[in-house]
């Protein structure tokens, strides 16, 4: 009998440790899909407040969720520091069209696209060996 309840309890074990590390990977890829919701929104007109919050939420979590490797971390607080460069020129570059002043926001948000870009491609290879588990 005490064997029987032995193998119940490894086996009850081996079952939580399968759902934390399910539970991290559900985290861990939704720090991703909000850094890809967040990016693609930033592509439209305008990002709206719920996922700008949730990238924000993602961002904050990534230090936790990712502790062995504070680099992404450091990656999401700088895609989300940049990103203003982008919203800033959306939401003033009307006021001061026809002036150099919009010719140089516009270069700058469209530089700081192609580089949001890349960084999402480097932002996979760093989560990869969280998620290729």
Do not use: C
Request: hydrophobic content about 40%.
């Amino acid at each position: 009998m005490a064997a029987f309840l032995a193998y119940i309890a490894y086996q009850q074990m081996a079952i939580n440790k399968r759902k934390l590390n399910l539970d991290l990977y559900n985290k861990r890829f939704s720090v991703y899909t909000d850094t890809l919701r967040f990016y693609q929104e930033l592509v439209d007109e305008k990002v709206s407040q719920e996922t700008h919050r949730s990238f924000i939420a993602s961002k904050e979590a990534s230090r936790f969720l990712f502790s062995e490797d504070s680099s992404i971390f450091e990656l999401l607080d700088l895609m989300h520091s940049e990103s203003f460069k982008i919203t800033g020129f959306k939401q003033h570059g009307k006021e001061i069209s026809g002036t150099p002043e919009f010719v140089e926001g516009f270069k700058i948000s469209q530089e700081t696209f192609f580089w949001f870009g890349k960084q999402l491609t480097e932002l996979k290879n760093k989560m990869s060996p969280y998620l290729n588990q």
